[in-house]
């Protein structure tokens, strides 16, 4: 497996499912831009709660990054055209709305 961090745009909006241990985990599908191809789609599961939190509440065409543990993938279309893909197992999941609780937090501890 790759550490990677991945930047993109949610193709859909994340579900949350159960597993067989009744764990709750979080799959999600992202688009990612790559320099050999036009892009990537990435496949997420989420079993950390708070990568299960952020993932839930975005929706199709939100953009995120994620931080994770990766395997890349190839495979190959009815038309017999090869493309790459990537499963990741997301450890932390960054959004634009993160930043902007932070920035309001903070000027909001600036004002007390």
Not at 35 to 49: P, Q
Not at 58 to 65: A, E, Q, R, Y
């Amino acid at each position: 497996m790759i550490e990677a961090l991945v930047s993109g745009k949610m193709l859909a909006k994340p579900t949350q499912k159960e597993g067989k241990n009744k764990k709750p985990f979080v799959l999600a599908r992202v688009t990612a831009q790559s320099h050999s191809e036009d892009s990537v789609t990435v496949s997420v599961i989420a079993f950390n709660e708070d990568a299960q939190e952020t993932l839930l509440k975005l929706d199709k065409g939100d953009l995120v990054s994620i931080a994770g543990k990766a395997s890349p993938k190839l495979w190959e279309d009815p038309k017999g055209e090869k493309h790459s893909s990537l499963d990741l197992v997301a450890n932390r999941v960054l959004t634009v709305f993160d930043a902007t609780a932070t920035n309001s937090q903070k000027a909001e501890g600036a004002n007390v």
